[in-house]
């Protein structure tokens, strides 16, 4: 079945670098691969997404690249701010089960002021 | 309601015990979810629901493990005879998602679960 793997576990940056996360994934049918936000004793919320047709998407401070062939996606926050500490979860769309995600183990993103 | 609610919030009990959790989706939302989250883990996966049928169930860990969803709606996730490694957040999750296509899933707030 699928596997996520994410990396790293922790990051911490001054307010207005880059932070960037990394996933992996196993499955090479799998298509669609969402990152989700998840502050303090919150519920996660999707943030941004991508399907595996496309290999860059954009919104504002975020964007996802995806590499098809090497199986890696990858999470961009530019001008980072403290409101974007959280912990960020990577998943990914089994291609033979396209309607679960599967989750990697998260990444607790510090950004000091 | 304007979003997934999930009751109990927090729920204490011993081991042995039997624990319900109830999952309310967004309205017209046809698939259900729940899923488990460890500290310091991603959620995972334990069943999916289209409609009143479970979809896939392959997540839960064992046959303590129940959910039901009768009219399509709501859904309670059924945990028998407790055991202290079933302490975890458990997050209901629901979509508009239909036909198998995946999609933006918002979660509720979960149910604490602590087994003494």
């Known amino acids: 079945g699928e596997n996520v793997e994410q990396h790293p576990s922790t990051l911490s940056v001054q307010e207005g670098d880059s932070a960037v996360i990394k996933c992996t994934y196993s499955?090479?049918?799998?298509?669609?691969f969402p990152w989700y936000k998840q502050e303090l004793g919150k519920r996660p919320q999707l943030i941004i997404d991508?399907?595996?047709?496309?290999g860059e998407k954009k919104d504002q401070r975020i964007a996802v690249t995806l590499n098809k062939t090497a199986k890696h996606f990858s999470l961009h926050i530019t001008e980072t701010q403290p409101e974007d500490s959280a912990v960020y979860f990577c998943?990914?769309?089994?291609?033979?089960?396209?309607?679960?995600?599967?989750f990697g183990s998260g990444t607790r993103l510090l950004v000091r002021p | 309601g304007a979003g997934v609610s999930q009751t109990p919030s927090n729920k204490v009990t011993e081991k042995g015990k039997y624990v319900e959790l109830r999952c309310d989706p967004i309205?017209?939302?046809?698939?259900l979810y729940w899923y488990r989250q460890s500290l310091g883990q991603g959620p995972e996966f334990l069943i999916y629901?289209?409609?009143?049928?479970?979809?896939?169930d392959s997540g839960l860990p064992n046959d303590r493990f129940f959910a039901v969803r009768p009219e399509g709606s709501v859904s309670t996730l059924k945990i028998q005879r407790t055991e202290r490694g079933d302490s975890a957040m458990y997050l209901c999750?629901?979509?508009?998602?239909?036909?198998?296509?995946?999609?933006?899933?918002?979660f509720g707030e979960g149910s604490r679960l602590t087994v003494l």
């Open positions: 999750a629901s979509s508009l998602q239909t036909g198998g296509i995946s999609g933006e899933l918002f």
């Open positions: 499955d090479s049918a799998s298509n669609y």
């Open positions: 991508i399907r595996s047709n496309v």
């Open positions: 998943a990914a769309s089994p291609g033979d089960s396209s309607y679960k995600l599967i």
């Open positions: 309205s017209g939302h046809t698939a």
């Open positions: 629901f289209q409609g009143t049928g479970a979809a896939d």
